[in-house]
């Protein structure tokens, strides 16, 4: 096929931060034009975030932001003015889709709710991504990833019986939204293409939480079946599991008793299967069979490396990995023989390895066309070539701090 799958969508991009730009950077990934609007003179808060290399902050080196807007066009614009909300309704006529996630209460304050938006495009979608949803008591609550997750009913169960409870690290729930909202505005855009009319696409990330694999179905289903809340317990199975040190690193196994006989094997002493410290559940389980098993497993441990576990794990068809740090990750001769890490040059930040696709199509897949944009990069490019502004417009709405 001749291009990308979505070549032919152009999407507004209102979006800030994580859980949205990711939404946006998938399509524009698979080929929708995808422009984003961003504040004047500051742009997206992403850009203030790090990492940043060499640890010297830059709006123009973001490694979030410019992993988040690859493919995307920026132009700058105050939403808050008369002609701004004219300008962006001047888009909105040409464009398939519009993604936003304001906080509820900001698109109508502008004037730009999806009421007034269908009104210059009837066919539009619109997806607002907000922490509790567009309506109900909680709509206008402030949040955070630690308090989404706390919310959501896992975190209760999550940690050590005798600490407080923890949540994850990182910002799985703003990527997990992002994606929900991602596949929620194609399956609203397939309506719109093939029967005619937009919609208003909702999505609460606490609600994306609340279904996820997250291991919260698991418990909500368990309360639903016997009334009775998850809790934190010591890990249990055998004393193998874990993370233990090696020659040059660490290493990860997961074990069961019935794996047993294979971490045996794999250490070269399989004639142990029948030493007392494995003859019940009881003995497997107690402190003694604990030291007993690190005194046979460290000094094995750390006389190889890495990846002699690793083998010596497959071998015995024990569960065992590597684990690897970011660097180790990037570096790792199996992605790269796929092709999932490419380089990007950007213009101010340099060349770097960003992550590829998060799937693979045979035709008109993933693609990178432009690295992430600079702030109003595109402003000439979409004001003057695409709504019929003049150079002369642009110094004049720029001395006016429209865009």
């Keep these: 096929m001749d291009g ?5 969508i152009r999407v507004i991009d209102l979006t800030h931060y994580v859980a949205g730009p990711y939404c946006t950077k998938l399509l524009a990934d698979f080929g ?29 080196k973001s490694g979030l932001f410019l992993f988040l807007n690859t493919n995307k066009r920026s132009i700058t614009l105050n939403l808050k003015s008369e002609t701004g909300r004219k300008i962006l309704l001047d888009l909105v006529k040409t464009a398939d889709i519009l993604v936003e996630n304001f906080s ?8 730009l709710s999806y009421d007034e938006l269908r009104k210059v495009n ?31 009913g896992a975190m209760s169960s999550t940690g050590l019986p005798d600490r407080e409870p923890i949540r994850m690290p990182g910002n799985v ?38 279904g996820s694999s997250d291991r919260r179905t698991t ?28 020659a040059d690193g660490y290493v990860a196994f997961l074990s069961v008793p019935s794996m047993l006989p294979r971490f045996l094997e794999m250490i070269g002493r ?27 497993l460290l000094p094995w441990l750390l006389e190889r490396t890495r990846y002699e576990v690793m083998d010596a794990a497959q071998q015995a068809r024990f569960p065992g990995m590597v684990v690897l740090s970011p660097g180790d990750l990037v570096n790792d001769p199996h992605f790269n023989e796929r092709g999932f890490w490419v380089e990007i040059s950007h213009p101010v930040a340099g060349t770097f390895k960003y992550p590829g696709p998060p799937f693979r199509m045979s035709e008109g897949g993933w693609a990178i066309r432009r690295p992430a944009p600079l702030l ?13 502004y003049s150079r002369q417009d642009l110094d004049t709405l720029r001395e006016r701090g429209i865009i």
Excluded: W
């Design 104 to 111: 509820p209460r900001v698109m109508p304050a502008l004037g």
């Design 270 to 296: 399989p004639n142990l299967i029948t030493d007392p410290h494995f003859a019940t559940p009881a003995a497997l389980l107690s402190p003694e069979t604990k030291e007993f098993i690190h005194e046979l």
């Design 122 to 152: 009837p066919r539009l979608v619109m997806t607002s991504i907000s922490n509790f949803g567009q309506d109900g008591p909680y709509r206008d609550f402030k949040a955070s990833d630690l308090v989404l997750y706390a919310m959501g």
């Design 32 to 60: 929708a034009d995808v422009i984003k609007v961003e504040r004047p003179r500051t742009g997206d808060p992403a850009r203030r975030l790090g990492p940043f290399p060499g640890d010297q902050a830059h709006p123009e």
């Design 4 to 8: 990308q799958v979505l070549s032919d």
């Design 376 to 388: 109003g990069e595109h402003n000439e490019e979409i004001y003057c070539g695409e709504l019929g």
């Design 173 to 210: 729930i703003q990527y997990q939204a992002g994606t929900v909202a991602a596949a929620a505005t194609m399956g609203a855009f397939l309506v719109a293409r093939y029967q005619g009319f937009g919609q208003h696409v909702d999505v609460s990330v606490f609600e994306t939480q609340l």
């Design 219 to 246: 418990f909500l289903l368990g309360y639903q079946y016997h009334g009775l809340p998850a809790v934190r317990e010591q890990p249990t199975g055998t004393p193998v599991g874990g993370i233990y040190p090696c």
